[in-house]
């Protein structure tokens, strides 16, 4: 027996022992998300024992509070918002960044690289930086606790890594495929439909959905800035903070209900979710 | 990316004034599709910048606005000078780098796991990738009441089965328990940059490596190591920009009590609590001139190392 094939076999046994332990690695990163999931099904006297419960009766009664039968305030306004805000402002966030990253892959200004920094230096700016003047403006111009004011800095928030996704995205289509349309007479707006929107349109998928997220989760601006009327999601959660009674497994459900759509569009554009995370710097 | 330069045969006519004309009208037609967003960008965010800078060289507090006189560094003496503040300098660091560098390492650990093929690979990282997918607020408070509970958390409970004891770990530990929560939901973050860095290696070398009969641990050493350098250091710096950021976890968690106040906290609380307009702007420049020296200290740090290491190879 020669001793690469000792060394072969050593490799697979401890490539099946590996395995194991990735697959521990991950029910741990998991268990959390999964006993979440199960105590929002427990009623809240089996969700409040020590040790826990895994085997109680399930009940829908954890949703049932959530969604206001219990008398408490009801969380579809919140709901209703977090969508406007998100929607709206991915939707802005593509009308902004699609032509300026076609400005700056496709056809290529002068100094295209200085706005491409200006942009992600934009993203080193914290948001504690600019938050009382933004504050004091809109207490000063009637727009607190008004959705379209979150709609205009969730905009400024994912802006610049749309700019950089979209960049990374459209750099991808080969110049000669433009040019070779362009040769055949095609004009610009041909060009854009039927040569570069269908090959753009699996980036420009993927960065609607990271601007998604990034919206849906903020919590600082709409906390700050909303009030009873314009309130997000999770502004709706920071109720949750103080315990009182028996509630965790209205918690749970709350923060899953919540969770659900970031969970949903995470896992639809889980090959692009890495490409989108930095900002198209790895592919 | 080539920029399309025009081509020389069109330089001559453009020493003509129409030319010149046509070329200018030109550069600004490549230019417009540029402008909505950076005029955007520029309003929203650097204006509101230079108005926190105005105002951190003012004492102004909102409850007395006819009280409103510059005092020029003052507040930045006083943010500086102030026990409180200064504490949530060193929390915001302290913050940071343990859940930079934690959420790296354990990244790095799972990535390298994911990389080799094993029976539901696919499900092994959905699962990982779950805990950055759930609200921040969500996970701060699944954290706080589900699993660090000191009577009916999960943590105590199950230490309860193998008759450990039953810390209460917020009151406890405050710092590392928003610290570990943090951990949790960036490690995801860090083990798919990592995991792609270790997918984009090439292959051809690896196996030439493994034929002449290089170990798993010097193939790491010298082959994967530097390779992942870039992606390192992009993970540092991404997640140092998040994580110096972080408000939602001091927040819901500990309401920035028991030293977890960091900056963006502090800040929040000096403006929206306290009414101080003047100290809270001061903060502010503080955190960001902080972000900036930890980008380019976290990157130097990350390319330092690494430079040992080649050296020393």
């Not at chain 2, 609590?273 to 900036?292: D, K, M, P, R, T």
Request: a positive charge; glycine letters at 8%; hydrophobic letters at 55%.
């Amino acid at each position: 027996m020669s001793t690469t094939a000792v060394r072969t076999r050593g490799r697979i046994r401890r490539g099946a022992g590996l395995g194991l332990v990735a697959w521990l690695a991950g029910i741990v990163f998991f268990l959390p998300v999964a006993w979440m999931a199960l105590t929002s099904f427990h009623s809240e006297e089996d969700a409040a024992t020590n040790p826990p419960s895994f085997t109680a009766a399930l009940t829908l009664d954890g949703y049932r509070e959530f969604f206001g039968a219990g008398g408490g305030a009801s969380p579809w306004p919140s709901l209703i918002n977090s969508t406007v805000a998100s929607v709206a402002s991915v939707l802005l966030v593509l009308l902004l960044a699609l032509p300026a990253a076609y400005a700056l892959s496709v056809r290529p200004v002068k100094r295209w690289t200085d706005v491409l920094f200006f942009f992600l230096s934009t993203k080193m700016l914290p948001v504690v930086a600019g938050l009382l003047p933004i504050y004091l403006f809109a207490k000063n111009t009637g727009m607190l606790d008004n959705i379209w004011l979150l709609v205009l800095l969730y905009t400024s928030m994912n802006l610049p890594i749309a700019v950089w996704m979209m960049h990374s995205f459209l750099s991808e289509i080969p110049v000669a495929v433009i040019e070779a349309a362009r040769i055949d007479g095609a004009r610009l707006p041909t060009v854009l439909a039927r040569v570069i929107a269908p090959m753009a349109l699996p980036g420009i998928a993927a960065t609607a959905l990271i601007c998604f997220i990034f919206s849906w989760n903020e919590l600082l601006f709409a906390r700050v800035l909303t009030g009873v009327v314009a309130g997000t999601a999770p502004v709706f959660l920071t109720g949750f903070i103080t315990s009182q009674g028996l509630f965790l497994a209205k918690v749970c459900a709350a923060s899953l209900v919540i969770s659900l759509p970031v969970l949903a569009a995470g896992f639809a554009a889980q090959d692009k979710l890495v490409q989108g995370l930095s900002l198209g710097a790895v592919k | 990316m080539t920029a399309t330069a025009p081509a020389p045969s069109a330089v001559p006519d453009s020493r003509t004034s129409g030319g010149r004309r046509s070329g200018r009208l030109r550069g600004w037609a490549t230019r417009a599709p540029l402008l909505p967003a950076l005029i955007f960008m520029i309003a929203v965010t650097q204006l509101p910048f230079v108005a926190t800078l105005v105002i951190s060289f003012f004492d102004w507090n909102s409850l007395y606005p006819d009280a409103r006189r510059f005092a020029g560094f003052e507040n930045y003496g006083e943010v500086l000078g102030d026990p409180a503040l200064r504490r949530s300098v060193w929390t915001t660091i302290l913050l940071t780098v343990a859940v930079v560098l934690t959420s790296l390492v354990l990244g790095l650990l799972l990535a390298l796991l994911l990389d080799r093929r094993f029976r539901g690979r696919g499900i092994v990282r959905t699962l990982l990738i779950a805990p950055f997918l759930v609200v921040p607020v969500a996970a701060a408070l699944l954290w706080k009441h589900v699993l660090y509970n000191p009577e009916y958390g999960l943590l105590n409970g199950l230490l309860h089965y193998v008759g450990g004891p039953q810390p209460d770990w917020i009151s406890g530990t405050p710092l590392p328990a928003v610290q570990a929560a943090l951990v949790w939901q960036w490690t995801p973050f860090m083990m798919l940059i990592l995991l792609a860095g270790l997918q984009s290696r090439d292959q051809e070398q690896l196996e030439a490596a493994r034929v002449d009969g290089a170990s798993d641990w010097q193939i790491f050493r010298h082959l994967t190591l530097p390779h992942l350098r870039r992606y390192l250091e992009l993970g540092a710096l991404l997640g140092s920009i998040y994580i110096v950021q972080n408000f939602d976890a001091v927040f819901t968690i500990t309401s920035g009590g028991l030293g977890t106040a960091n900056l963006p906290y502090t800040v929040y609380q000096t403006f929206y609590q306290a009414h101080e307009n003047g100290l809270a702007s001061a903060a502010g420049v503080l955190v960001v001139i902080g972000s900036i020296i930890i980008a380019t200290f976290a990157l130097r740090v990350v390319s330092s190392l690494f430079r040992e290491e080649v050296s020393r190879a």
